[in-house]
Every structure is written in structure tokens, then in C-alpha cells.
């Protein structure tokens, strides 16, 4: 039985993780949890890229917090550095969320972040608020003869 010339342990794989940050923490706590995830991946793994998206609305709601400070770091390492991740970030304080994903090989560098969008129907910053479209022209549909 011959074995594969490239198994899966010798190749390490391609990541992306995801933190999401208290923005309540000062920034020199968040640079802090970036600067020590770095470190630890540079130790036994290779870091790919590291981008920082700012301050972006979260989904929904984590802890109270509409909003969290985005960093996306892409690395290279193995199991061993995974669990490692792992385990520190689910202690770190001012680490609200992560996510790790592996890459498929060949998937494409991540895009720019988006620019924020509000919603249709949200209320904007100057105390205006905004109206659906569809919710203005159902506001004016004439009655058909009904009282």
C-alpha cells in the first residue's frame, strides 16, 4: 500500500479569523488582543494578512453592544495553533466574538470591507427617519370604497 506523498498534517492550512472586539475597551486593550494573537500565530504558524475594518455594526446584539472593532487576520498553522486560539480567545476579556474558517487553496484575498449601509426604515443620526418605499406607497393606497 503506497501512502500519499503529501498528507493532510504536512500541509498546514490557510485561515481566516475573525474578532470581534469590545468597543467599550480602550484602544490600547484592543491592540493589545490583536498584537497577542499575532505573536501567537507568528510562533507556530505564519501570518498571511492582517486587516483592520474599524467600528461596523454587528448583525445583532452581543452583551448590549450594537456595534464591535473588526479585525480579520489570515494565517497559516495547524491543529495544535488552532486549539491554542481557541482556548485564549474564549478567556480573553474584550473579545466579544471570533470565528475561525479554513480556506479552500485558491480562494481569493479577502475584499474591502463594505461601506456601512443603514437600512431602509432606520432612523438616521440627525433625528430624520427614512421610509421604505414600498412601505410609502402601501401608506397611500386608496381604500376601493371601504370606510
Given at each position: 500500500m503506497r501512502k500519499p506523498l503529501l498528507s493532510s498534517r504536512a500541509v498546514p492550512g490557510l485561515y481566516d479569523l475573525m474578532l470581534l472586539l469590545?468597543?467599550?475597551?480602550?484602544?490600547?486593550?484592543?491592540?493589545?488582543?490583536?498584537?497577542?494573537?499575532?505573536?501567537?500565530i507568528e510562533t507556530?504558524?505564519?501570518?498571511?494578512?492582517?486587516?483592520?475594518?474599524?467600528?461596523?455594526?454587528?448583525?445583532?446584539?452581543?452583551?448590549?453592544r450594537p456595534d464591535a472593532a473588526y479585525h480579520l487576520l489570515q494565517f497559516e498553522g495547524g491543529n495544535d495553533l488552532l486549539e491554542r486560539l481557541d482556548h485564549t480567545l474564549k478567556i480573553t476579556d474584550g473579545v466579544l466574538r471570533f470565528r475561525t474558517i479554513r480556506l479552500r487553496p485558491g480562494s481569493p484575498p479577502p475584499a474591502p470591507p463594505r461601506s456601512e449601509r443603514r437600512p431602509e426604515g432606520r432612523s438616521r443620526e440627525d433625528g430624520e427617519a427614512t421610509v421604505a418605499p414600498r412601505a410609502a406607497a402601501d401608506s397611500r393606497r386608496p381604500d376601493n370604497g371601504r370606510s
Open positions: 469590545d468597543p467599550q475597551a480602550d484602544d490600547e486593550r484592543r491592540a493589545e488582543i490583536v498584537r497577542n494573537v499575532q505573536t501567537m507556530s504558524g505564519s501570518l498571511v494578512g492582517a486587516h483592520d475594518w474599524g467600528m461596523r455594526r454587528m448583525a445583532y446584539e452581543i452583551d448590549h
